[in-house]
């Protein structure tokens, strides 16, 4: 079993910032990519941001230029660093990774997600 917990959603300041981060625990082999995921209110999940174990990174077109993912494999960890947030920013984020256990079983894994609020 592969468990994600994540951590630093909060309200926010239309222009403001926050940090999100993720950490992998359990029976880990392998993290092949990691990403973080949202949902509004109504809506479906949509990508916000993936990146590999190469460090490879994609991006959701309406988060360009103001998030940043990153990664500390050493830690099993990633961030999301989130800029110049909008109102349209506010769901809940989740985060997901992929990979393999140590008993090579693949695995895609979800955590519970964090509130981001963004409003004045």
């Known amino acids: 079993q592969v468990q994600l917990v994540e951590s630093g959603g909060g309200l926010v300041q239309p222009g403001g910032s926050l940090r999100l981060s993720c950490a992998a625990s359990?029976?880990?082999?392998?993290?092949?990519?990691m990403g973080w995921y949202r949902q509004a209110p109504g809506e479906e999940r949509e990508l916000v941001a993936t990146i590999t174990s190469g460090d490879s990174t994609n991006y959701a077109d309406s988060v360009k230029g103001r998030f940043t993912i990153s990664r500390d494999n050493a830690k099993n960890t990633v961030y999301l660093q989130m800029n110049s947030l909008k109102p349209e920013d506010t769901a809940v984020y989740y985060c997901?990774?992929?990979?393999?256990?140590?008993?090579?079983?693949?695995?895609?894994?979800w955590g519970q997600g964090t509130q981001v609020t963004v409003s004045s």
């Open positions: 359990g029976s880990i082999f392998s993290i092949n990519a």
């Open positions: 997901n990774a992929e990979g393999r256990t140590r008993m090579r079983q693949s695995y895609n894994a």
